[in-house]
């Protein structure tokens, strides 16, 4: 927390730029999703993304940490 004039503020965390509307995959070989906005911050540090799927069009939240390890869909 900081203190302004005597007061506490809460941190507030700036969410880590993800690549939006890029399409990636689950591993090599898993179905592609397209990248979506950065949702919330969890607990841990981690940050949630909501993805897309592309065959589907269904929405889900993905972990960041995760998604930067996903290879780039062809």
Known sequence: ??????S?????AIPPPVPVGKIQSFG???PKYE???VLRRKDHGDWVVEIT???SGERAEYRLTRLL???EAD
């Open 1 to 6: 927390m900081s203190c302004v004039n005597g």
């Open 8 to 12: 506490a503020k809460p941190a507030v």
């Open 28 to 30: 090599p070989f898993g």
């Open 35 to 37: 990248v979506g906005q």
């Open 53 to 55: 799927l592309v065959d």
């Open 69 to 71: 390890e996903d290879p």
